[in-house]
């Protein structure tokens, strides 16, 4: 029996590092490691690439979110407690904020605070946070939205709260760009006028939408001369109506030569639209605003009844924000919605069991609405709802990423939804459950919606699905005129472009390795971002993939051990580092983000705990560490 036992162990462990060394391993034709340690990309015929999509997140992800100091608790008071938390938040609010622009956090301490309004963090530098978001009122902050006035509310409203677009110019910083051509996926360009700007500066980058420009790309690909189509109704998209809007800061002038923080998503061509730069005005936005560790539940009478409140957390007219640790249940429309926002990353949130009818505008259960980028959506769950993980946002959206995040019972497809939203990424998504009986099987789109809704049309371009499993269900990527869609690495029951399953007939687009086990980099942002980080490249002498040993597991003690695991570990340089533990049987049962560490050596605590704060038994675990595609792993043994 000690033998058996000991087989079963070690055969666990070759399972571990199966996991860890990437057996089997492969890498895109058009995005891999060169033998300097670089990635390395590969433009089609036409200039198209896949863009750097690293920029998504809160900070550019170039600093973790920050931990800020409580200045003012609060508990539960009988009956509408709209006014006492704006009373605390307005109480913060006036605090002076710190070198870092930070006011401090507000604490809600746990129980049911019940609601019949809308709670605003309408000023920079606060932090609204509770202390947990699961069901049990004695240990977690669960807000009770109330009621139906006004009519289909939203809960929580971060930010200036107001759909501007970023239209507001400072006046006379106009200048044309002159570029014939910038390809997507550039960070530089030449202007007219380079004297109106600084290093520094937060500019609009306008790309109008001109007859020509509509003619390139077949009018948005509406097929309104389809026989299904509505006359009148379903059209061609028209001239002035979907312009391409970047917001962006200067990091570098060299004469007339802009270089700026994050990446175009798609090709400006000159003959197609003159576009051109402007300074923001930053007109009433706000910034360093953070939500965490909250439950907003919504009251309703179940089913598809509408009547009460309609979106959970709304991020409007916002930047370098976060919601983290929330769950929210029984929407109408969306449990998260950005809108005229920038730098946001809503990380380990549950957008739960919407209540509605099922049918246009909603169940979007994250959803990136107009006027929304860099946007990083990581480690999140959706069940129940119609369109996931989407952008709603049109040709204003861009650089939407939704990392490692899990989806239940989807009436319909995570996609791209309407009008040219640029540079989404689908980065290892995973449908928990395949397609609902009676529903179309597709799951994940990159594609043309043609007349759909309000004629959509083209719904993403320049965007990619990576390392993505819809289940058994369909994955549809297309290629837009002047662009292209990817799909690499994805596992489905059918991964095309091809009509059927696709609703509208189109060019497929770049599929590659699809149902094929092994892709490397299993993630394409965190690659990205550790390459951005990491100038030197990644290593690479003997053209294995493999990354450098930028993490080092020291020491587990004691082990076995009772009550407390301590381990130490080290890391070469400031890194993003998760710890995964899984039990004897390979299942995963705690995990832990602790985002960007510092370089050198960090001490961590185990408690013989699950992620649900639960005890675990005795027997044999596997602490596993990792940096992007590198972990390291180690075995202990916990005896109670």
């Not at 070690?10 to 340690?37: H, M, P, R």
């Not at 990091?251 to 576009?275: C, R, V, W």
């Not at 996931?388 to 019972?409: E, P, Q, R």
Request: net charge neutral.
């Amino acid at each position: 029996m000690k033998h058996f036992a000991f087989f079963l162990t070690l055969g666990f462990v070759f399972f571990i590092n199966a996991i860890v060394q990437g057996q089997e391993t492969w890498q895109s034709k058009i995005v891999f490691y060169n033998d300097d340690g670089h990635l390395q990309y590969v433009r089609d015929s036409l200039g198209n690439v896949i863009p750097d999509f690293s920029y998504a997140g809160y900070k550019n992800s170039d600093e973790p979110i920050p931990d800020v100091p409580v200045v003012l608790s609060i508990e539960p008071v009988q009956g509408d407690n709209t006014a006492h938390i704006q009373a605390a938040i307005d109480s913060v609010a006036a605090m002076a904020p710190d070198s870092n622009g930070f006011r401090g956090a507000l604490l809600l301490k746990a129980g049911i605070y019940p609601i019949w309004g809308t709670i605003y963090v309408d000023e920079s530098g606060i932090v609204l946070r509770g202390e947990g978001d699961d069901a049990d009122s004695t240990q977690n902050t669960i807000i009770v939205a109330k009621g139906n006035s006004p009519k289909q509310r939203t809960v929580l409203v971060a930010g200036g709260n107001d759909e501007t677009k970023w239209r507001d110019m400072v006046p006379g910083t106009k200048s044309y760009i002159t570029d014939d051509t910038v390809l997507v996926g550039s960070r530089t360009f030449h202007v007219q006028k380079p004297s109106y700007y600084h290093v520094g500066d937060n500019i609009i980058i306008f790309h109008p939408c001109t007859d020509e420009w509509l003619q390139a790309i077949d009018y948005g690909g509406t097929h309104s001369n389809d026989p299904d189509a509505e006359p009148g109704v379903d059209v061609p998209w028209e001239v002035g109506s979907q312009p391409i809007v970047y917001n962006r800061y200067i990091k570098k002038i060299e004469g007339d030569e802009i270089t700026i923080d994050a990446p175009l998503y798609n090709h400006f061509i000159k003959a197609q639209a003159k576009s051109y730069v402007y300074k923001y005005l930053r007109h009433k936005l706000k910034t360093n605003i953070g939500i965490e560790n909250l439950r907003i539940d919504i009251e309703t009478v179940g089913g598809t009844n509408e009547n009460h409140a309609w979106n959970g957390i709304d991020l409007f007219l916002i930047e370098d924000a976060w919601v983290r640790n929330c769950t929210v249940l029984h929407f109408g429309e969306s449990g998260f919605r950005t809108h005229t926002a920038t730098r946001v990353t809503i990380e380990n949130c549950k957008a739960l069991d919407p209540v509605s009818k099922i049918t246009g505008g909603r169940r979007y259960n994250f959803e990136a609405y107009t006027a929304s980028q860099q946007i990083l959506v990581k480690e999140c769950l959706a069940t129940n709802g119609r369109h996931h993980y989407m952008s709603n946002g049109t040709s204003w959206a861009s650089d939407i990423v939704f990392l490692n995040c899990k989806s239940s019972g989807a009436y319909a497809s995570s996609e791209g939804h309407r009008r040219w939203s640029q540079g989404l990424l689908y980065d290892n998504h995973k449908e928990l459950d395949g397609p609902r009986p009676g529903y179309n099987p597709r799951l994940l789109g990159l594609y043309c919606r043609g007349y759909y809704g309000t004629s959509h049309g083209w719904a993403a371009v320049h965007s990619v699905a990576w390392n993505c499993d819809v289940a058994q269900g369909d994955l549809i990527v297309q290629k837009p005129p002047t662009a292209q869609n990817y799909a690499i690495g994805c596992k489905g029951k059918r991964i095309t472009g091809k009509k059927p399953p696709a609703s509208f007939d189109e060019p497929e687009g770049y599929i590659e390795g699809s149902n094929k086990d092994g892709l490397y980099p299993q993630s394409l942002f965190l690659a990205q971002l550790t390459e951005r980080h990491n100038a030197t490249g990644i290593r690479n002498d003997n053209r294995k993939m493999a990354l450098p040993k930028t993490i080092r597991l020291v020491r587990a003690y004691p082990n076995p051990f009772n009550q407390q695991l301590t381990f130490r570990f080290d890391i070469s340089s400031s890194e993003r580092v998760q710890l995964r533990i899984f039990d004897i049987a390979g299942r995963l049962i705690y995990t832990r983000n602790f985002g960007l560490l510092s370089g050198g050596s960090h001490v961590y605590h185990w408690g013989g705990k699950d992620s649900s704060g639960l005890d675990v038994g005795s027997g044999i675990y596997f602490l596993q560490l990792s940096v992007a595609a590198q972990k390291e792993t180690v075995r202990v043994l916990l005896i109670k």
